[in-house]
């Protein structure tokens, strides 16, 4: 990991193929076998991070200072971006989690409706839409891009949530914060990251 925060890097799993993938790029001590009960469809991020926390810290005999989770399926993330998000956390005392999450235009919440009855109305009331809109008059709206959050360690062991009460944004751009959640999502991540090849990095390959 080229992150320069981190200080130790786990791959938590339930699976054995991804088990030996990530100890033959990292080593066996990067691997941590996640119970069945906490790899199921419906198991919740913070107990699985409790679990990992855990017997990170028996193994290693440390108490950390933060939980950092990282999800896969944000493939664009960088350890630039690691350091950089850490790096706002870690200079405001009073924050206590930083996440990342990128500026919405497309699902803007002016824009999202629901059918009641036959009708179409707007979905978020103090969003709404009396013509059509330019994302250039939307009043900026964020989402997560679900790639990083960093959580003080009392935050995920004794409250139980991923993140706590004072949450900074690190905002990203919309290309980089692609979330691979169904088949057209991998397929588009494949073509980027097959345009990808041999640039530095993505924002030059978007130039």
Request: glycine fraction near 4%.
């Amino acid at each position: 990991m080229e992150a320069q925060t981190l200080t130790r890097v786990v791959v938590s799993t339930e699976d054995d193929e991804i088990m030996q993938v990530a100890e033959s790029l990292a080593g066996k001590n990067v691997v941590i076998r996640r119970p069945q009960e906490l790899a199921q469809d419906v198991s919740a991020d913070a107990p699985m991070l409790q679990h990992a926390v855990r017997e990170v810290e028996k193994l290693d005999g440390v108490t950390f200072d933060y939980v950092v989770q990282l999800h896969a399926t944000t493939p664009f993330f960088t350890a630039q971006d690691i350091d950089q998000a850490l790096g706002l956390v870690l200079a405001d005392p009073a924050a206590d989690s930083v996440v990342s999450v990128f500026q919405v235009n497309s699902f803007h919440p002016s824009k999202l409706k629901q059918i009641c009855g036959n009708r179409l109305q707007q979905y978020v009331e103090q969003f709404e839409e009396k013509t059509t809109s330019r994302r250039q008059d939307f009043h900026p709206v964020y989402k997560r891009n679900g790639g990083l959050y960093a959580t003080k360690r009392e935050v995920v062991m004794n409250w139980g949530r991923v993140w706590g009460d004072h949450v900074i944004p690190y905002v990203m751009p919309d290309y980089k914060s692609l979330e691979v959640d169904s088949p057209i999502d991998f397929f588009l991540a494949d073509l980027l990251m097959k345009h990808l090849k041999g640039h530095a990095s993505i924002e030059e390959a978007i130039k």
